[in-house]
């Protein structure tokens, strides 16, 4: 999702609207009339009427229909940055601290937290690891605190479980070293797949692939996709700076360099 901000909006379909809607009031107000309107609907002929002012209207001026399409959008994109900005704020905490299954690039007691939840099977996730390892080595008050979050099928479930058995056997160190193998490697994963790379990433193939499907694993897992639910995350990678602003999708270096200092 990308937020927008909202444009002025020149309400001329609304004004048709509210001129049809007059028109009909005259009508139902008109000489003989007894009692008053009926307002709980239109009837026929005035819906009629409504229709073919209306047409009339987008023949004259045919950027009603567009201005009436970005007046939504920007109704959509306000709702949503006030949805996030909610979201945020309620986990606030669990975006700030991170979780002891959480692998940290940069400085582990940083003041700027940055949280990036990511699928290994991404291909823009995958794009964006240089950058991420360049900004903590400029900066030594930041810390990237990474999320898998397995969201792109049984490919990326078994990467991601394989990911996380890592950082059960070995801590930081074994994760980021699968993760590299991973995240670098063409072949489609499967457990046997996994094996061999955890085997060249100096890690016990066997106990990997047991822990694949353990339930810490998999309680590892389901807690990374809770709260990236919870915070409305809508694609990979998602990158959350100090809980205050979130940016999905394909970001560059540039990018998130400047979030970073407006987070601060």
């Avoid at 309107?37 to 239109?42: K, L």
């Amino acid at each position: 999702m990308t937020f927008i901000s909202p444009r002025r909006y020149r309400p001329r379909l609304l004004n048709a609207l509210l001129a049809a809607g007059a028109m009909t009031a005259v009508a139902t107000a008109a000489p003989g009339a007894g009692h008053a309107a009926d307002t709980s609907g239109f009837t026929p002929a005035q819906r009629q009427e409504i229709v073919e002012i209306m047409r009339n209207a987008l023949k004259t001026d045919p950027t009603i229909l567009s201005d009436a399409i970005t007046a939504l959008r920007n109704n959509a994109s306000a709702a949503q940055q006030n949805a996030a900005r909610n979201a945020l704020e309620s986990h606030r905490a669990d975006l700030l601290t991170p979780a002891a299954s959480d692998a940290i690039l940069g400085n582990a007691t940083g003041h700027t937290t940055v949280v990036e939840f990511y699928d290994p099977r991404c291909p823009y996730c995958r794009k964006v690891l240089p950058d991420l390892d360049r900004l903590t080595k400029e900066d030594r008050d930041l810390r990237i605190v990474e999320k898998v979050i397995p969201v792109l099928g049984q490919n990326s479930l078994i990467a991601s479980q394989a990911m996380v058995a890592a950082f059960v056997q070995g801590g930081q160190a074994a994760y980021f070293r699968m993760q590299a193998a991973i995240m670098n490697d063409s072949v489609t994963p499967t457990t046997d797949r996994m094996r061999t790379l955890a085997t060249q990433s100096g890690l016990n193939a066997a106990t990997l692939a047991s822990d694949m499907n353990s339930p810490k694993v998999t309680g590892i897992l389901q807690a990374n996709m809770e709260l990236a639910r919870a915070i409305g995350l809508d694609g990979t990678p998602t990158f959350v700076f100090n809980a205050r602003q979130i940016i999905p999708g394909a970001v560059s270096y540039d990018e998130l360099k400047k979030a970073i200092a407006q987070s601060r």
